[in-house]
């Protein structure tokens, strides 16, 4: 149980184009998932948290209007890289927490390698 | 600011031995402290969930141990094997709250 997929698993996109990744929980309802960047050889940055609903809560430095995030439903979120550009190469990493866990558990998808050219 | 240090970047240990990873953290309070691995290219597999309240947790082949006191995690892989190589990731949290992740340790398990 407990399986978040991811949507693609790669992207290759020219710049000033815009990417939609999508994540899901496939066998669990999640209130909360969250979307991270992790550049190679460094630790993974969360860049927003997703309520589903509601607004995405971004982390100081990530540009909300860049990054635009829509959690529509208890088992979707999609994060949308707006006019890309090469320095927003990244591979990039969803998570969701199981709404029925009290544990603070998040349950991290595959990932989406994403290349600028 | 908080801070999470993993102290080794990378650790290179002979398979059957006991691979042993640190975690160190300042200006935080955790509540919960996890341990995740990751491969090349895939994200993070959970492996153990460790309460402020607990001092050791054993699962299989791994142990973690807490101390609040020193704000230390001690990661624990026994009889490790080749298999095992892998990244190896702090993160902590707060109840409910997001979680700050550790630079990682690149374990790799020699025959």
């Known amino acids: 149980g407990a399986v978040v997929s991811q949507h693609p698993s790669w992207v290759i996109c020219k710049s000033g184009t815009s990417v939609k990744i999508e994540c899901r929980s496939l066998?669990?309802?999640?209130?909360?998932m969250f979307w991270y960047r992790q550049f190679p050889k460094q630790s993974l940055m969360l860049m927003a948290t997703?309520?589903?609903?509601?607004?995405?809560?971004?982390e100081q430095g990530v540009e909300k209007d860049k990054f635009l995030i829509n959690h529509a439903s208890l088992t979707l979120s999609t994060l949308t890289v707006t006019s890309a550009h090469p320095e927003d190469s990244s591979f990039y990493i969803c998570?969701?927490?199981?709404?029925?866990?009290?544990?603070?558990?998040?349950?991290f998808g595959p990932g989406t390698r994403l290349t600028v050219l | 600011s908080q801070k999470i240090e993993q102290n080794s970047e990378a650790l290179n240990i002979q398979e059957g031995k006991t691979a042993t990873l640190t975690c160190n953290y300042t200006?935080?309070?955790?509540?919960?402290l996890q341990w995740y691995r990751q491969d090349p290219g895939r994200g993070p597999v959970f492996l153990l969930l460790i309460r402020e309240n607990e001092k050791e947790k054993r699962k299989e082949r791994l142990k973690v141990t807490f101390d609040t006191t020193l704000k230390q995690s001690l990661f624990h892989i026994t009889a490790s094997q080749p298999a095992d190589s892998a990244t190896y990731l702090c993160?902590?949290?707060?109840?409910?709250?997001?979680?700050?992740f550790g630079s990682g340790t690149r374990l790799s398990i020699r025959p």
């Open positions: 200006n935080y309070s955790p509540a919960y």
């Open positions: 998570s969701a927490r199981d709404r029925t866990s009290g544990r603070n558990e998040q349950f």
């Open positions: 997703s309520n589903e609903g509601s607004k995405a809560t971004y």
């Open positions: 066998d669990f309802q999640a209130t909360t």
């Open positions: 993160a902590l949290s707060s109840s409910a709250s997001k979680i700050i």
